[in-house]
């Protein structure tokens, strides 16, 4: 299991989010982000499930962003309790023996346990400040910080530049 990739999964569910008026939009996500096999199987229940955990997994973020650290780690414990683990040890499509989170059940539950999972150990593992909120306003889209040094301050490159020209256009009006 790749929990860094669950944890991208938790990102791209938040920022994409409100853009998932559907399930064909569910269903693209999904197959963008190699899940195919989910992809397939996703109903509207799933759809339900994932747009209200997608609610609790920005607020992480923004708590995260504020330096709220003792409510990031209570929040992700609640969500440990509702989505609890199931892994199952597999093999398929030539790899060796592998861990799976959850092979039972809706879709929407291994995705949940899957994102809640891969944030839980991006926290342990590299710390609470790897969570973070675009500062390129009014991007409000969330990232997770895997730089050696801790430097990220934005979404993507686009919002970076954005933020670039803006600064520097303020500095030529100061000047
Ligand atoms: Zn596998
Ligand atoms: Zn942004």
């Known amino acids: 299991m790749d929990l860094t990739s669950y944890a991208e999964l938790a990102v791209v569910l938040v920022n994409r989010g409100d853009r998932l008026t559907g399930l064909g939009e569910l269903r693209r996500l999904l197959e963008e982000h190699g899940r195919s ?12 499930a994932l747009l209200e955990l997608r609610e609790e997994l920005s607020e992480v973020f923004q708590a995260a962003a504020r330096g709220e650290e003792e409510d990031v780690v209570e929040r992700i414990n609640g969500l440990l309790v509702r989505h609890p683990v199931h892994p199952q040890i597999c093999r398929h499509d030539g790899q060796r023996w592998h861990m799976h989170l959850t092979e039972s059940g809706r879709v929407s539950d291994a995705l949940a346990v899957g994102s809640v999972m ?6 342990t593992t590299l710390g609470v400040d790897r969570l973070g909120v675009c500062q390129a306003a009014p991007c409000r889209n969330v990232y997770l910080d895997t730089s050696s040094n801790k430097s990220r301050r934005y979404c993507s490159e686009r919002c970076a530049s954005r933020a670039n020209v803006a600064a520097y256009r303020a500095r030529k009006r100061g000047a």
């Open 37 to 48: 096999a989910a992809a397939e199987r996703v109903t509207r229940r799933d759809l339900n």
């Open 118 to 123: 891969g944030l839980a150990t991006v926290i």
